[in-house]
């Protein structure tokens, strides 16, 4: 009983001396949902190409240069952006995963995973783009910064 007295007057003296006036609350954006519209591995993209498409025509030509691997999922452009990232590679094996996409004050930020194979890796040795397209709910005309990390992953099964 004692023990637990004491944690009360613990937790209240923290919760009284973090709630002042002058106390300063730092909050993060908020995640936006996203969802996966395509992929695929092939596509007429020189460099890398981080794409934000607010519109059916934009997205109409950016499908042009883009080959998934299934046919687009129909995006409604009232209700959300599209979000497209493809990475021209030398070889196959490579990927793009979107991890997040959060809305902060002035910006939006979108975080993404370059997936590249190990030396361990049998790819195949033709000239590849990888890419994804998200759609995400429609946001403010804010700034959208791409953010990239990149991990190499092995093939080859160890103890």
């Not at 002042?20 to 909050?27: F, K, M, P, V």
């Not at 190409?49 to 042009?64: C, F, I, M, N, P």
Request: charged share 25%; aromatic share 10%; hydrophobic share 40%.
């Amino acid at each position: 009983m004692k023990n637990l007295l004491l944690l009360l007057a613990a937790s209240g003296l923290v919760l009284i001396t973090g709630c002042g006036e002058d106390s300063e609350i730092l909050t993060e954006g908020d995640y936006l949902f996203f969802e996966r519209v395509g992929s695929g591995q092939s596509g007429s993209v020189s460099e890398v190409s981080e794409w934000v498409l607010r519109d059916s025509a934009s997205w109409a030509e950016a499908q042009t240069r883009l080959r998934p691997l299934a046919p687009f999922e129909p995006v409604d452009f009232t209700q959300a952006v599209v979000v497209a990232i493809a990475i021209p590679t030398e070889s196959g094996g490579y990927h793009v995963e979107v991890e997040s996409v959060e809305e902060l004050e002035d910006h939006v930020l979108v975080t993404y995973l370059f997936q590249k194979p190990a030396l361990d890796c049998i790819t195949l040795s033709a000239l590849a783009v990888p890419f994804l397209v998200v759609e995400v709910r429609r946001f403010d005309d804010k700034e959208v910064r791409f953010e990239r990390r990149e991990q190499k992953y092995e093939c080859t099964w160890k103890q």
